[in-house]
């Protein structure tokens, strides 16, 4: 099999890369991040083969995986502390193909001392292509708050 190339057309403006590139993450990615005027971050990658499926478009589980791990990045960001997905509810719009823009916004909708109620919306360059829906467990704080490695400033004072 040909290597495949990874870095095949550069983010647009302002996205930075996250660091933390090993585990599964390191497979999936690069994901690139980029902090708004308002606050707000958004994240993103660019498509290429392996995120591909037999049919010719880009496979669910890539836009899955992807909003798995920043929806997860944008409650450490929030709180401080460390956190595990319980349901990521996904459902699929339309679809995206190799070399697009993959572009996620996220918005957490509820924080409690233990759960992190958070949706999201992905989209392959203009195209909304996938809208979730997530819960996740938010863990005790540790002695030292959690930063996300490589990415986004934490909002927690």
Known sequence: MDQLNVTAGAPPAGFRPFEDREGFIGLTGPYYWRENGDGTVEYGFRADERHGNPNG????????????????????????????????????????????????????????????????????????????????RVFSPDADIVRPP????????
């Open 57 to 136: 478009v880009l496979h669910g589980g890539c836009f899955t995986t992807f909003m798995d791990t920043v929806l997860g990045y944008e409650i450490i960001r929030t709180t401080g502390r460390r956190c595990a997905t319980i349901a990521l509810d996904t459902k699929f719009m339309s679809n995206g193909k190799v070399g697009d823009w993959i572009l996620g916004r996220v918005k957490i909708r509820r924080l409690t001392k233990s759960m992190a109620f958070i949706d999201g919306e992905v989209f392959a360059e203009d195209n909304l292509v996938v809208i979730v829906s997530a819960v996740f």
């Open 150 to 157: 490589g990415g986004p400033a934490a909002r927690i004072a």
